[in-house]
């Protein structure tokens, strides 16, 4: 081994070590960047610039203001009492069967996807309207964990979303025609989800018991009206969201606030708005803010000291590759940033990745065009990444789940209920790589 | 002896991104391989509007700018960076080296204890995409568009809604049609963006910006630590490095605008009336920010002293277009 | 003295209780600026003496960079609420199994080695950061907010709170643990 890579190494392993004590992973990761920044012999003023990264990467990043917005706008919808409203009457329609509030937690999370940018905020929504409900009708808690964290995660590969607008800035290929690549995949490994659902529904039932008998006495016309009565609202709201960013009214970050605009107002005709709960909901607006963007300041501190210590230069050579076959190539990337993924966040692989390995991968030949090359390996490569959020030890889905989860819900029973759902993602990947035209087809329709 | 440099760029970014590293195998190749500069792209150490500071304290060592970015805490760097009927390339460059401008400049960065060499010179932007044709100033009344500085001070005075949007979202609020225009910079870097697939109206003159500077940056103790020799040396590698990039880049655009022109975008030319409309207003923003800084003053006389004197050789050499 | 710290504790975490509020001005500002963009206009509102932060005018520019300005203010003091509270994330694979004497100590240490050092050098360094800006005035150059050094200066005091926070909850934990072992002496005899 070289060297050159013994801090680097060293660091990882301090981090793991430090994260399995048990105290909060933001400040793990600060302190150990700076434990290895006096035993590195990291000059001291090296470390001023941790604040110049904190306040200029983090603080000032205006795109960031829609995590709050979110935040807040999945409270006043769960504090209004609309989310659960859906929640059950979707699950009503899948009454008497086993998992039917897990098919309806499934089909939300994609609805919530195409409505949100960014991941922290839909997982612990989702976290906070439908684990309590799924734990109290006896669900498996890894089940539920896992599909909450993963359909929870579809938010960041369905547009609108922040990696994609991160990786076409990257690759200099249009946003937009990422955006409408993502849709195949994403709708992909939704419905693999809900194929996998439908399969321990059969023949694991006991996993997610149906609702108890006093539930499904309601004639299915009823059902049907309750059902269609309790879509409106949100159907409303992601319409103004998502209509707002359409119709250029807003862009993606401003449709948050519309969002949580409309999530407001629908709380306060909900009549359930007391002042008390709405200044509870803004606290916890503070605190799960703080708790997402904590993270990112910890793991900006640890990172500029791995650099600085030679942790960029072991990636690199990670990825000095060789071999002629195309497959080969791409196969070696996709694993090394999966390999990453457990350890690094997206937007660290996006930045030190991506820019080595996207000419490599526009000089391979395909048999594409070297655009519509780029366009399906991004969308393969936001496959990949989106499973760094799953990934244990470093899953941010399931850090934000753990945070917001009710006690008794381990981070290991999470780690056990996530490893069905990444296998499905490592299963939509290869499906992708295969398949080109999974990615491509919506682009190239509607560019005719 | 070797040093870490964080440039405010990708390095993979073209023409500016490779900048810096050109200069540093210069610098190396010059000291005999005494200096040994470890160049960095963008966010490496610093997110790139820190830079500055992170040199001026002395945390790194030296950066690769675009001397605008610093507009915030060096007001003259918003002239530099991008002057609103400014100088052209050439002009630029005889002001800079031979018409005392570095000396004015260096006057603003001496409090902060950095040493600035300019260290390329970036050829004039495209005017911006245009979802709408503009044929008189009137047409700029209410228009959505992103663009940053001087220039953006000077639309305003024409009633634009001048905002910066982040370089993440210019592509798809144009494509919404959340703005209207945009300018972002010469046609080789505005082709990456894709900015040819959804606005129709690709229009010259840059007027906010006939001519930029990128430089290096350097703190005064590292700069005061090398010798007489090593000093000229990084100043020659930067005038080889003008060159060379000056070069460049002009052959870059030419294939750029074939290109964007064959996405089926009209290249065209602000009308000249327009463009006059827009100079007057140009001219009363800089007579304001002028008032607010004396250093900004400096050279603002300075340069526009110098332009009309050598405007003169510039009238007589013009040759009438075919 | 233990009531004594958790007093001191909660002193720390009142501005995190209040930035909450600062949602609702965010909402609103974002939706002007929405607003703003579709009737065209960039001038909200013009007034002759230039006022702290807000300078002479309320342009569009200043609505974003009130934006981010809200934004930072929620996650620096919201930061400090969520310590209070235990809100930050952490995997306890590992410690939940752990003897409770065990966990305390090990909840020391990373108040002490982890977390007090990152508060002192981002607070140490963070008041010479918003220093510098005062300095230079630093300000918006395309209309926007002015005054950098207001939400620069927030930083070292966010963090200094912080660090605070960590030392007054790593010496009631310290207290709790020493109370604990004294008792646990007592009944071996
Ligand atoms: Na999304
Ligand atoms: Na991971």
Redesign the pocket.
Known sequence: MNDAYFWPILMLVGLMAGIFTGYPVAFVLAGIGLIFAFLGDVPVLFLSLGVSRIYSGILTNWLLIAIPLFVFMGLMLERSGVAQRLLRSLASVFRGLPGGYAFAVAIIGVVM??????IGA?VVLMGMMALPTMLKNGYDARISTGLIASSGT????????IMLIVLGDQMRVSVGDLFMGAVGP?LLLGGLYLAYLIFVAIFQPHRMPAAPAEDNTEPLWRVAFALIRDLLAPIALIAAVLGTIVTGIATPTESAAIGAAGAMLLALLSGKLSLSVFADALRDTTKTTAMIIFVMIGATIFSVIFRKLGGDQMIVDAFALHGDNPYAVLLTIMLLVFVLGFFLEWVEITLVVVPIVAPIVAGLDFGMTPEQTLIWFAIALSVNLQTSFLTPPFGYALFYLRGIAPEGVSISTIYRGIIPFVVLQLLALTMVVLWPQITLWLPAYLSN | ESFDLQSVFGLQVPSIGPSPMKWAERVKLMTGGEVEINVHGAGDFVPPFEVFGAVSSGAIPMGFDWIGYWAETIPVANLIGSMPFGPSPDVALAWMFEGGGLEIIQKAYDPHGVKVIPCHLVVPEAGGWFNKEINTVEDFKGLNMRIAGLGGKTLAKLGANTQLVPAGEIFVSLETGRIDATEFSAPQLDLGFGFQKVVKNYYFPGWHQPSSWDSIIINMDVWNGFSEDTQNIMVEACKANIAYNLGDQLNAQAEAIATIREAGVNVRRFPDEVLMGIREQAEAVLTEEAGKDPIFKEAYESLTAYMDRVGEWERLQAIPHK | MTRFLDRLQSACIWPGRIVGWLVLPLILSVCLTVLAAQLGINMLAEWGEPAPLFGKALTVNTLLDLQWHIFALIVLFGGVYAFRDNSHVAVDVFSSGLPPRVKLALRIFGDLVFLLPFCVVIAWYGYGFAEKAFISSEGSTYGGMIDRWMIKAMIPVAFALLGLCALLRALATALELAGASSKHDGTAQ
């Open positions: 996807a195409a409505s949100t940018g960014i839909s579809l938010g960041i590969l369905i547009p609108p979303s994403g």
